[in-house]
């Protein structure tokens, strides 16, 4: 799932953190979105209109004190900027801006356009600490999603007014994030997803390590599609440098054995497997205590097999557990990775070159035990994320 092309209207009040709504609005259109932002009269205390319509590349509605403010020469009206949208995203949301919705009171163009949006809302409040853990705030916020809005943070930290604690705008990120979420189609809804990602590393010594270059990119695009998707996700990953996906439980495991372990968990109640791990095959019979120290001559580090973590499943498997594996291969790809879904018992194999490890780009063929082969187009693994899960939805339609 991505922005590409989604109208997000973009609301922003009068906090401080106002000046962050730049930084998303930025983020929103680099992820393709088409941003309509719409500022209350006190937001533009904050942030200038033109900022914000530079960045968003479309005029700035609102922001000017009137109810409306589109009806003169505007070819778009509040309700057609409510209804035309895919989303409607409020960040900085205040107190007063909470309180208004829950109240249902449309006295601006914010709060008209989301008494009658038919998009979903996705509200990302900002204020003092005292003012979130006002009752009166707090229940307001209780109705509000009880009429289905989403919220997304406050965080905690240090506040403009000096003081620390829960009340700052969720990062930028985790806004992005969520209107990602919210626009997703929940079509993983009851699906328990185990997920492995990312290389694994086989010590030699306290500082020496076997491992290879995957990035665990595609097993975390892979986590993060499914639990937007509805998926409840774990995701069992080696060591990489990337930040766990938000709602998704991470397990770290360094080496095959502990992937192997961590897996035997939790793959009987899971109902889809997706193994993009790059489990090392081999690891050094001896793992030394202490770093092996220089000496004259050659080294030799006599290795053994690991356990094959996805054959293990493949054996294991009972009916209604998807199991989805890759194959990495230099040459005739298509033919090796036919053999791996046989001997591994897949559902599907996703077969690719060395090419994408430590990429953010994949280019793969799936391929599936009915003898089909579905070859893609470059693209960005997140993409790529959603394709995998899209014919994992329809293996499991039947
Ligand atoms: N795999 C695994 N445990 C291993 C090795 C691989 O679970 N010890 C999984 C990988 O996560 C991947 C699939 O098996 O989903 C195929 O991995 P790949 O490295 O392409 O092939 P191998 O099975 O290791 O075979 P070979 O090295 O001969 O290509």
């Given at each position: 799932?991505?922005?590409?092309?989604k109208k997000i209207v973009?609301?922003?009040?009068?906090?401080?953190?106002?000046?962050?709504?730049?930084?998303?609005?930025?983020?929103?259109?680099?992820?393709?979105?088409i941003?309509l932002?719409?500022?209350?009269?006190?937001?533009?205390?904050?942030?200038?209109?033109?900022?914000?319509?530079?960045?968003?590349?479309?005029?700035?509605?609102?922001?000017?004190?009137?109810?409306?403010?589109?009806?003169?020469?505007?070819r778009i009206s509040h309700i057609e900027l409510a209804q035309a949208s895919d989303l409607i995203?409020?960040?900085?949301?205040?107190?007063?801006?909470?309180?208004?919705?829950?109240?249902?009171?449309?006295?601006?163009?914010?709060?008209?356009i989301?008494?009658a949006a038919c998009a979903?809302?996705?509200?990302?409040?900002?204020?003092?600490?005292?003012?979130?853990?006002?009752?009166?705030?707090?229940?307001?916020?209780?109705?509000?999603?009880?009429?289905?809005?989403?919220?997304?943070?406050?965080?905690?930290?240090?506040?403009?007014?000096?003081?620390?604690?829960?009340?700052?705008?969720?990062?930028?990120?985790?806004?992005?994030?969520?209107?990602?979420?919210?626009?997703?189609?929940?079509?993983?809804?009851?699906?328990?997803?185990?997920?492995?990602?990312?290389?694994?590393?086989?010590?030699?010594?306290?500082?020496?390590?076997?491992?290879?270059?995957?990035?665990?990119?595609?097993?975390?695009?892979?986590?993060?599609?499914?639990?937007?998707?509805?998926?409840?996700?774990?995701?069992?990953?080696?060591?990489?440098?990337?930040?766990?996906?938000?709602?998704?439980?991470?397990?770290?495991?360094?080496?095959?054995?502990?992937?192997?372990?961590?897996?035997?968990?939790?793959?009987?109640?899971?109902?889809?497997?997706?193994?993009?791990?790059?489990?090392?095959?081999?690891?050094?019979?001896?793992?030394?205590?202490?770093?092996?120290?220089?000496?004259?001559?050659?080294?030799?580090?006599?290795?053994?097999?690991?356990?094959?973590?996805?054959?293990?499943?493949?054996?294991?498997?009972?009916?209604?557990?998807?199991?989805?594996?890759?194959?990495?291969?230099?040459?005739?790809?298509?033919?090796?990775?036919?053999?791996?879904?046989?001997?591994?018992?897949?559902?599907?194999?996703?077969?690719?070159?060395?090419?994408?490890?430590?990429?953010?780009?994949?280019?793969?063929?799936?391929?599936?035990?009915?003898?089909?082969?579905?070859?893609?187009?470059?693209?960005?693994?997140?993409?790529?994320?959603?394709?995998?899960?899209?014919?994992?939805?329809?293996?499991?339609?039947?």
């Open positions: 799932m991505s922005l590409i092309n973009l609301g922003v009040t009068g906090a401080i953190s106002a000046y962050k709504a730049l930084e998303l609005t930025r983020l929103f259109v680099k992820e393709g979105a941003v932002p719409v500022m209350t009269k006190a937001a533009a205390e904050f942030i200038t209109p033109l900022s914000l319509s530079t960045l968003a590349k479309s005029p700035v509605y609102g922001g000017g004190g009137g109810l409306f403010e589109l009806t003169q020469g505007s995203c409020v960040a900085p949301a205040t107190a007063n801006f909470i309180g208004k919705a829950a109240s249902g009171i449309a006295d601006d163009l914010l709060t008209t989301v008494m979903p809302v996705l509200v990302a409040p900002s204020m003092n600490t005292r003012m979130w853990e006002n009752p009166i705030v707090a229940a307001n916020v209780e109705r509000l999603k009880a009429a289905g809005y989403l919220f997304v943070g406050p965080a905690e930290g240090e506040l403009a007014c000096g003081t620390s604690g829960r009340g700052r705008l969720a990062p930028v990120d985790d806004i992005v994030e969520a209107a990602i979420d919210a626009l997703s189609v929940k079509d993983l809804a009851g699906e328990k997803v185990l997920v492995t990602a990312g290389p694994t590393r086989e010590p030699i010594d306290p500082v020496r390590f076997v491992s290879n270059s995957s990035s665990g990119r595609m097993g975390y695009a892979i986590a993060a599609a499914a639990k937007r998707r509805g998926a409840e996700v774990v995701l069992i990953s080696g060591p990489t440098h990337l930040c766990c996906p938000p709602g998704v439980t991470t397990v770290k495991a360094a080496t095959a054995q502990e992937l192997y372990d961590a897996c035997a968990g939790y793959f009987p109640q899971s109902t889809i497997v997706v193994m993009s791990a790059a489990v090392a095959d081999y690891r050094p019979v001896k793992s030394f205590p202490h770093k092996v120290k220089k000496e004259a001559g050659s080294l030799s580090v006599e290795m053994e097999r690991t356990a094959d973590v996805l054959k293990h499943m493949g054996k294991r498997k009972k009916k209604g557990q998807v199991l989805v594996g890759f194959a990495l291969e230099t040459e005739n790809m298509e033919a090796n990775a036919r053999k791996k879904l046989d001997e591994k018992d897949l559902d599907l194999v996703v077969a690719n070159s060395p090419a994408g490890l430590d990429s953010e780009m994949n280019q793969v063929t799936i391929i599936d035990k009915k003898g089909g082969a579905e070859p893609l187009q470059p693209m960005k693994k997140d993409l790529l994320a959603d394709i995998i899960l899209d014919r994992v939805v329809r293996l499991k339609r039947g």
